[in-house]
């Protein structure tokens, strides 16, 4: 007998703005269903209001909030989801409205990374990043935390809860910051002694297929799923391209409004991007919008490290991309639905040369080409780095001309 997993169904809201368009607030939502797939709830329906700014009480319009509340009513909805960061306020006046959990796109992703979180450095970041989204809305708990420390002795002469829990969560974060200062130098340790090989690392929006290409490249077993956020923690891999090792790691991937507290927290993460000597870019080249999932990754490396660094664009999935060709007669301007991949790749990718490659790394196509690409890129940099080491190339070269 199969036992069904139960899912919370889950209201999702979202805005048509003066800087949002609808189509862009439909594929954000579309998003939001996503994350909350992950998360374990079921999207039941979608609301969206079109407004010129987000009512600073409640988000929505009160009219739209009464709709969002007699549907929860009526089809018994534990959960509204809402595209964007709410205010402490916004948090507080929606769910005294509509009786239910509320969470908004921040928390649902904090939610996740804390589910998928294995080891004690993925759980210390997840944990500060929680605190720090916690802080400015301790009156919307529940619970007493001085219960996590004892309560005894912990509350001053007419301190009030909110102020005990207050200085509960500062202290535990200076402790969990303290805590990720001790693992950024143990890792800082671990990185220095992987010796002088070159550092390669995978980066790319969540889901668009890295660890898939870590198991490709590395021949390894990194757990790959469908589903946003599948790896957290970032995995080294040594690997060998002909002649030539190196260091390959899958780090976390980025999506549309990551919370700026996550970045901060998985600086540690993140510092095998800044300590990269080669960054293969992974976009889902199958998605409506890959260009705009491009700038997002783009945008968020130069908060990361503002330095140029070399990079390999690979556009995955071309087996999954679909197009619907135009009629003749169709005389209005051409959409990313509208153009074949063989037209796509003679737009500005074009220009990349050897920059940029199409392959599919799922049905393994285009990967020997991908390798060759790697191997020339890397051994550039480790002939720059280490010239005295060239001689090792010059002879695997001889030697290729020899067998011929």
């Not at 969206?48 to 988000?59: A, G, H, I």
């Not at 018994?76 to 595209?83: H, M, P, R, T």
């Not at 920059?355 to 690409?373: D, G, H, P």
């Amino acid at each position: 007998m199969k036992t069904e997993i139960y899912q919370e169904k889950a209201v999702l809201v979202g805005l048509i703005t003066q800087t949002q368009t609808e189509d862009k607030a439909r594929e954000y939502l579309d998003e939001l269903a996503f994350l909350a797939d992950t998360a374990g709830a079921k999207p039941d329906k979608i609301f969206f209001q079109r407004v010129d700014y987000p009512n600073p009480k409640t988000f929505v319009g009160p009219g739209k909030l009464q709709e969002i509340k007699e549907y929860v009513d009526e089809n018994e909805i534990g959960l509204v989801i809402f595209d964007d960061e709410l205010s402490p306020k916004q948090l507080r006046n929606i769910e005294a409205e509509l009786k239910v959990l509320v969470l908004d796109r921040t928390n649902l992703i904090l939610d996740i990374f804390a589910k998928r979180a294995q080891t004690a450095n993925a759980k210390t970041q997840v944990e500060l990043a929680q605190l720090q989204y916690m802080l400015p809305r301790l009156t919307r708990l529940w619970t007493h935390l001085e219960r996590q420390r004892g309560g005894i002795g912990m509350r001053g002469p007419g301190e009030t809860q909110i102020e005990t829990d207050r200085r509960i969560i500062l202290t535990k974060i200076s402790l969990l910051k303290q805590n990720l200062k001790d693992i950024d130098k143990q890792m800082s340790t671990q990185r220095k002694n992987r010796g002088k090989m070159v550092r390669v690392a995978l980066v790319g929006y969540t889901n668009v297929g890295k660890s898939t290409m870590m198991n490709m490249l590395s021949k390894s077993d990194v757990f790959a799923e469908n589903k946003l956020f599948a790896t957290l923690d970032t995995t080294v891999r040594k690997v060998i391209i002909e002649n030539l090792p190196f260091l390959l790691s899958d780090t976390v991937g980025f999506i549309r409004k990551l919370p700026t507290n996550l970045i901060e927290s998985f600086k540690s993460t993140l510092d095998e991007v800044r300590e990269a000597d080669l960054l293969i870019h992974v976009v889902d080249v199958s998605h409506p919008n890959f260009h705009e999932q491009l700038e997002v990754v783009n945008q968020t490396l130069k908060e990361i490290d503002p330095r140029e660094k070399p990079t390999i664009l690979v556009f995955n999935k071309i087996d999954a991309f679909t197009y619907t060709p135009k009629e003749e007669d169709d005389l209005t301007p051409s959409t990313r639905e509208n153009i074949s991949l063989d037209e796509l790749k003679k737009t500005w990718m074009s220009k990349l040369h050897d920059n940029c490659i199409f392959i599919s790394a799922k049905e393994k196509q285009n990967v020997e080409q991908l390798r060759e690409l790697m191997y020339e890129k890397i051994k550039a940099i480790h002939v720059e780095r280490y010239p005295y080491n060239d001689f090792l190339f010059q002879r695997y070269d001889e030697q290729e001309l020899s067998e011929e």
